[in-house]
């Protein structure tokens, strides 16, 4: 900024304060101060964002539909894409304004539940940055994924409601409202646009959310009548649909409300998108033209109500035949896969759907007879197109639909979209070969690199010269002309001291422990299952807590073990791994024989907010889900682009991470895909168990009383499913116990080689200069070349 716009700053920002709080300028508040800011920024984005929306009005645009946009803080990543972060901080310094709590003072917007919501963030970010037409379609709830409070080692889930006291980021557009019909209910469709601001590049594009409200606030004639519940209860009822985020991760629940928030969304943004077709295309306005400039990319099953929704749409309110319809719905559809477990595959029972919305039913069911139609000409038989169909067994199968219906269907890494290959949706690459393809994940620099880590970044722009990098992550490979200068990898060595300094005056903060900043940090934090394994990470602590026991002067680097994860509030065995976690915590870290050396710290509530302290802070990575069960991961790129190495399994962008920055600079363990695959149907955890005295002894501490689940039974819940299944399945269902030595080794080897300084600092510039493949621009781009063919601007 130059001066005279800096003056035109902190002037419009002390009035807007003044004018909004009507209070003098020392009266105010933290979030006064806030707001003011959000505010002031609005009104600097207000003319591009008019802009954006003018220019791009006859353009062909990509549609990105998503159930979650885990968006977190927009304070600073605005001013940090604005290009005005640093002089806004100082602005308000001079001011005698202090930016750090004001930035404390806001909410997470925590729209989603983990990797997949955290993606439809990133990559909105990436398309303003690219300067491609993406508009983001979504639900405005009320609550976002509940915060999560650790009480006496046990999760309690506490409301979030993060907009109670305003949302300074969204601009209501009443006029933009619409109408969504359920079989026994109608309610408004209010649309809350959010500015996505591009990287220095003017572009503004628009997330548009939205929120479900009842035509009338109450019933004035039972109000009137004394009948006061009545008189607000279709209110309620109304408010009810987009009240929530459904906070089961890859589980199945809530089903007829659920259902209704899928197609809510869906319908507000399909009617959306109609409508500004019909005023904006007037020439063009034959809906086969539809295609030409609407693509769809449907981030998972959730959005899938949207193509029975198009359709709907065009033949009951625009005239258009059935058969039209669904061949404008073929050229518009694309859909990416997020997982292979069955459990996220969503499946409706018949009676739910026609509860919902009884069009759509007719609709999907006619789409289904057409799909049957067409392997029989084909000559199918009926017992062959059972895998297709739509409908089986009173069921609605979305990822069928979806993949029948939609022209292109993508997994989110390579491992992954092989496996849909080979096997979730192998039936279907038998006919459809060509439609399926592969985009690897990727995450935004600008959130991940350029605001979590300044330190880092000055150091980049420094070595290299440029801040080309930011734009263009591919760049980094340049860093590569350092890997032998001592110089340079002590002044990264220095960096991550400094962010594990700060990381660990943050945890002394919030969670009450101290930790030693030269230890060893290796972090595990994401959402918490079986598949992903941190009970594996615990009992190798346990392990390893045993030993220092046993030999206190054993050889060992110090090592704090940092995890920090959400459980769905109804997964009994996860909530058994939190408390598992925190009580190992509990028993290592007042033990004063091993607590020099051996510290565990479970940090509450993770988030987007703490991501950005944990992952520059990382030494060590833990990404060790059981192979073939992670479709991909972004967690694991956060902590590559920070400088972290991975601990990895050959599992989701784990493999490609190897690839890229050379196995030998990380630490691979565990078990491939095609190995478990040759073990599936003889594998015995037992022999394991019985034949290894160590996997034994850790084994056995969850049952020994040596940790205590408050009589819960949460540890004999996981020793069970360990060695002692109930059911007459096998145990140990991830193999924890055949990877537990080779898990134990890596880290091992971790240690030891921890201590070479210099030569661990190598690897660390090595990953960082090899993350550039892992940027979400690149993945976007892929998106807008092979499947949207949008152009950028
Ligand atoms: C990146 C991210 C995730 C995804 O982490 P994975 O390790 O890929 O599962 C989940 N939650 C938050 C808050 C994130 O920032």
């Avoid at 519940?229 to 991760?249: G, H």
């Avoid at 199945?252 to 899928?262: C, D």
Wanted: glycine content about 6%; aromatic content about 12%.
């Amino acid at each position: 900024m130059d001066e005279l716009r800096k003056n035109k700053f902190i002037e419009t920002y002390t009035e807007n304060l003044q004018r909004i709080t009507l209070k003098s300028f020392d009266d105010t508040s933290d979030k006064d101060r806030y707001d003011a800011l959000c505010d002031t920024i609005m009104g600097l984005i207000n003319q591009e964002w008019r802009d954006c929306k003018r220019k791009t009005r006859n353009q062909r645009k990509a549609y990105y539909f998503s159930a979650e946009f885990l968006i977190g803080r927009s304070l600073g990543n605005n001013l940090i894409n604005l290009g005005i972060y640093d002089e806004v901080k100082e602005l308000l310094d001079e001011v005698g304004i202090d930016f750090e709590a004001i930035e404390n003072y806001e909410d997470d917007a925590a729209l989603g539940n983990g990797g997949l919501g955290r993606l439809a963030a990133c990559f909105m970010d990436s398309a303003a940055t690219q300067g491609l037409n993406l508009v983001g379609y979504g639900v405005r709830y009320r609550e976002g994924i509940f915060k999560q409070k650790i009480e006496d080692g046990f999760q309690v889930e506490r409301g979030d409601s993060w907009i109670k006291n305003g949302d300074g980021w969204s601009i209501r557009v009443d006029s933009d409202a619409k109408i969504v019909r359920f079989r026994d209910q109608q309610v408004k469709a209010v649309p809350f646009d959010m500015p996505v601001v591009g990287f220095e590049n003017g572009v503004v594009n628009t997330l548009r959310l939205w929120q479900a409200e009842p035509f009338e606030e109450f019933d004035f004639g039972k109000f009137n009548n004394y009948e006061y519940d009545q008189a607000v209860s279709e209110k309620n009822r109304a408010e009810d649909i987009t009240r929530v985020l459904y906070p089961n991760d890859m589980q199945r629940a809530g089903k007829v409300l659920r259902l209704k928030q899928q197609y809510f969304f869906c319908s507000a943004s399909i009617q959306d998108m109609v409508e500004k077709y019909k005023k904006d295309y007037p020439e063009d306005l034959k809906f086969e033209n539809f295609s030409k400039y609407h693509v769809i990319q449907l981030n998972d099953t959730h959005p899938i109500m949207a193509i029975p929704e198009l359709i709907r749409v065009l033949v009951d309110e625009n005239g258009i035949f059935f058969d039209d319809a669904l061949a404008i719905a073929k050229e518009v559809f694309a859909f990416t896969n997020h997982t292979v477990l069955q459990e996220a595959l969503e499946r409706w029972d018949r009676d739910i759907v026609l509860e919902v919305s009884p069009r759509s039913l007719e609709i999907i069911e006619k789409i289904n007879q057409i799909l049957v139609e067409d392997f029989k000409q084909r000559g199918y038989s009926e017992e062959q197109i059972d895998p297709y169909r739509i409908e089986r067994f009173g069921q609605v199968h979305m990822a069928n639909l979806a993949i029948y219906v939609g022209f292109s269907v993508n997994g989110v890494a390579a491992l992954h979209t092989e496996i849909l290959k080979d096997d979730t949706f192998s039936h279907w690459y038998k006919v459809r070969p060509e439609i399926f393809n592969n985009k690897t994940n990727g995450i935004t620099p600008r959130r991940w690199l350029v605001y979590a880590n300044r330190e880092l970044t000055s150091f980049i722009t420094q070595k290299l010269g440029t801040d080309q990098w930011k734009y263009d992550l591919s760049l980094l490979k340049d860093l590569e002309k350092y890997l032998d200068d001592e110089k340079v990898l002590n002044e990264l060595l220095n960096i991550k001291q400094i962010k594990k300094e700060q990381l660990a005056k943050y945890i002394l903060e919030k969670e009450g422990i101290k930790v030693d900043p030269t230890s060893i940090f290796d972090i595990q934090v994401k959402r918490i299952h079986e598949y992903k394994r941190q009970h594996l990470n615990i009992l190798h602590i346990i392990y390893l807590y045993h030993k220092l026991k046993k030999n206190p002067d054993m050889d060992f680097t110090p090592t704090t073990f940092i995890f920090g994860g959400k459980a769905a509030p109804g997964y009994f065995r996860a909530k058994g791994m939190i408390k598992l976690a925190n009580e190992v915590a509990r028993v290592v870290n007042s033990d004063p024989d091993v607590n020099k050396k051996l510290k565990v710290v479970f940090v509450e509530n993770y988030r987007v907010t703490y991501g950005e302290k944990l992952f520059p802070a990382a030494d060590v990575s833990e990404q060790i889900s059981t192979a073939g069960k992670e479709a991909s991961g972004t967690g694991n790129m956060k902590f590559m682009l920070n400088g972290a190495l991975t601990l990895g399994t050959l599992d989701g962008a784990n493999i490609e991470i190897f690839d890229h920055a050379g196995e030998e600079n990380n630490y691979r363990f565990g078990a491939t895909v095609e190995e478990l695959n040759e073990i599936m149907d003889t594998y015995n955890p037992v022999e394991f168990y019985s034949k290894d005295s160590d996997i034994k002894d850790v084994v056995d501490s969850l049952v020994s009383g040596e940790f205590k689940d408050n009589n819960t039974y949460m540890f004999l819940d996981i020793y069970n499913e360990l060695i002692n299944p109930q059911n007459g399945q096998r145990g140990d269902s991830y193999f924890l116990l055949k990877d537990f030595k080779s898990y134990a080794k890596a880290h091992e080897k971790i240690n030891k080689e921890y201590r070479d300084r210099l030569e661990w600092s190598r690897k660390c510039l090595k990953n960082i200069a090899n993350a550039g493949f892992f940027s979400s621009d690149r993945t976007i781009l892929d998106y807008a070349n092979d499947i949207w063919k949008i152009d950028q601007e």
